[in-house]
C-alpha cells in the first residue's frame, strides 16, 4: 500500500466510541478555563496588580488552556477522567487558598457573600460563555485534524465510518452550533435595520470566504493526492462547503419565518428527514450509492453524504438559533443567569432521554447521515458544554469579588445597577468589558480571528502529513509536533490580536 492508502485506511472503517466517554470529557475544557482565571486572581492576591507580561500570559494561557487538552487525547485518553478531576482538584485548592488568604477588611460571613454575590449585576450584552464555547470548539477541531494522523490519538475518538459517536464526530456539529449562537439572526443588527432582501443579499455575499476556501481544499488535496476519507462527505465535498450552505439555507428560511420560531423548524426538518430515511430508499443510497455496490459515478453520487447531511445540519443549525435567542434574552444579575443554567440543565435532560428514545427507535447515531439521534445528540452535548463554561465564568465572578480589584479577561465583571444612587456609582466598580481586558489573552485572540485560525491549522496539518510519516511516530516525537503545531497557531493569533489586526474582507 502506498502511503497514502495507508493514511486513508488509519482513519477509515472505525466505530466511535461511547456516549459516556464523549460526556466525560466535556468538563475538561471549562476546568482548563477556570484554573486560568483562578491562577490569574491569586496572582494578583499575591502580587497587588494583575498580570501584565504578554509572554507570560501567552505561556501561561497555552499551558493551562491547551496543553492538558493535548494530553487528554493522546497519553492519558486510557484515563479520561483523570485530567478533569485532576484539574478540578487544583482548581479547589487555588479557590480554597483564595478565600482563607484574602483580605481582612473584605472578610464576610460566607452566607453574606453569597447573597452579595446573587444581586451582583452583570452587563447583560456581554456574555463570556459564547466566546469560550466557540473558541475551544475551533481549538479542539484544531487539535483533532493533526492528531487523529497519530497513532496515539485513539482510534474511537476520530469519525465514525457509518454509526457511531467519535469525539470529532461532535466537532463538527458543535461547528454548526458556534457559527449560530452569533448568527446576524440572533444578534439582531443588520436583520432589523435593513430589508429583508437587502439582509439576504448581505448574508449571500458574506458566505463568499468559505465557498472560496472549499474550492480551495478541493484543488489542493486533489493535486497533491493528499489522502481522502470519501466517504465522511463525498468526492468534491468537503465541511467548508456545508458551512456556506447550511449558513446560505438558514438565512432563506429565517427570512420567511420568524426567528423565535426556528426550533419548530429544526423539530419538522429533523424528524422529516429521518422519516424519508426510513420510509423510502435514501439510506441505502447515501450507505451504498444508486446502484447499492457504493458507485461514485455523477455529481451527486460522489457527493450524497455532503449534499443529504446538509438537511440534519440545517436543523442543528435552526435548533442553535433558538438558543442563541434564549442567551440574549436580557438578564442583569447573577440570579437570572442561576436560573437559566437550572433551564438549560433541564432542556439537556429531555434531550437525552430523547436522544435514547431516537436511538432505540429511529436510528443510531450517524453523522455520516447528519440523522435525527445524530441531531439531538449534537445539541444536547452542546448546551452541557455551554453550561459548564456558564458556571465556570459564574465562579470566577464570585472569586473576584473575594479579591477586591481583580480581573480575569474574557470573563464577566461586575456592572453598575441600573438605578444606582449617585454615591453607589462612585464606588461601584466600573464595566469592564472584554476589549479592556483582553490585551493578553488567548481566547480573545482566537475569537478575533476563529476563520484565519482554522485554516492557519488546516493549511499546518497539510505540511506536517506531507513532511512526515505521522502512521510510525513515536509518543515523544507526537507531542513534541502536537505542541509546536498549537504554539504556532496560537502565537500568530496572539500576534495579530496584539497588533489589533482583524483579517477579514466580508
Known sequence: MSQKQLK???????????????????????????????????YHLHNGKPLRSRTCSLLLDFAVLVSPLLFSCTVLSPIIFFPPSIIAAICAGIFSKIYSQRKHDTRAPFRQ?????QRTYLDSEYIPAITALRVYVNVLTSIGILAVDFPQFPRRYAKAE????GV???????????NALVCPEVRQKSYVTQAKFSHLAKQFFSIWPLIFLGVGRLLSVKSIEYQEHTSEYGVHWNFFFTLAFVRLAASLLLAIIPTNKSWI?????????????NITSLKTFVLHGSDGKGTRVGFFNANREGLLSLFGYLAIYMASVQVGLYLKKRRNSVKDWMEAVCSLLLTVLVLFVLLHLSQAHADPVSRRMANLSYCIWVVAHCLTFFVFFLMTDLVLL???????????????????????SKKDESEAVPVRRESELSHACLISAVNKNQLLFFLLANVVTGIVNIMIDTIHSTTALTLCILHLYMFFNCLIMYILHAKNIVLKFW
Open 8 to 42: 486513508e485506511a488509519f482513519i477509515s472503517n472505525l466505530n466511535g466510541t461511547s456516549l459516556l466517554e464523549v460526556s466525560l470529557g466535556l468538563p475538561l475544557a471549562p476546568l482548563c478555563l477556570l484554573c486560568r482565571g483562578l491562577l490569574l486572581i491569586l
Open 113 to 117: 457573600i453569597v447573597k452579595d454575590f
Open 162 to 165: 457509518t454509526y457511531g459517536t
Open 168 to 178: 470529532m464526530d461532535l466537532g463538527v456539529g458543535a461547528f454548526i452550533f458556534g
Open 265 to 277: 423548524v429544526a423539530v419538522n426538518l429533523a424528524v422529516l428527514y429521518q422519516l424519508i430515511l
Open 398 to 420: 464570585f472569586t473576584k469579588l473575594l479579591v477586591k480589584g481583580s480581573s480575569v479577561p474574557s470573563c464577566w465583571s461586575v456592572a453598575k445597577p441600573p438605578n444606582a
